[in-house]
């Protein structure tokens, strides 16, 4: 047993721990209750694909890895699902590439981006940005669009995991390199991913974590090789048929 009622051999073990790490993110003030809804399309997806990370998804995970080891200023955005979901991963990853945290919520009070900040600091963030709100993603609504200037403003490469479709398009927009966690490959954001990572965070985050460890000692042109080598095209058609035959 750990932190839910339900023993580890059990089938669908990690699918119900996600899924009360939601409700308790919710009930914590961190999380939306549209997040629910999200995490409820996100178990779908992640059941037809075999609730497991497929060749093709583990690529892209090294090819994120290297692309954020090659960034001038890497950002992991967080919203309140990821922060429910994963919050001590992100902050390893981001510590692994030499990443800032942001914080770039859909649904923006200040509560809540003050709830998510202190839950990071919790599990081990020194810095955490999202609060100055200085910088605007252009061509979206006020609140959905406040982002730090030196943040995610500032950043060339940016991980935006479960984004919402408009947002993930005005930052990919904006000329940045924009990795992508999403369980539907169909989504906006996968397909307006410069790498578009269909697996479901709680498995693809610890995974570009260990690649980056990898190859921390790659030189530029081997990351550059294995970033030039990745068909974006060929990975969505890969998750797509993943869940069509139900898993690889
Ligand atoms: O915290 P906020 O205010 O920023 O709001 C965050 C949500 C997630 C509610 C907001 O961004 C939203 O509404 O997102 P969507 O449009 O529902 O998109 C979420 C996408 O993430 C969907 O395509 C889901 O399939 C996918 N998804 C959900 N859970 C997971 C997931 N992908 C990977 N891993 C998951 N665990």
Known sequence: MSDIEV???HPRY???????????????????????????????FDYL????TTASADEAERVAAAYLLLADHPVLSINGNVAALCPGEMVELAEAVDADLEVNLFNRTEERM????????????????GLTADGRIPGLDHERA?????GIGDADVVLVPLED???????AAM??????IDLNPLSRSAQSATVPIVDNIIRAVP???RHARNLADASETELRTIVDAFDREAALADAERAIRDGGE
């Open 14 to 44: 990690e699918s119900l721990l996600t899924r009360h790490r939601i409700e308790e993110g919710v009930d914590l003030g961190i999380t939306s209750r549209q997040g629910l809804i999200a995490q409820g399309r996100g178990e779908a």
């Open 175 to 180: 000329g940045k390199t924009e990795l992508v």
């Open 165 to 171: 479709g408009d947002r993930a398009e005005a930052l």
């Open 114 to 129: 003050e709830a998510i900040v202190t839950h990071l600091r919790e599990h081990g963030a020194d810095e955490v940005k």
């Open 7 to 9: 023993p580890e051999s």
């Open 207 to 209: 995974n570009i974590t």
């Open 146 to 150: 406040k982002v730090d200037a030196d």
């Open 49 to 52: 694909i075999g609730e497991q």
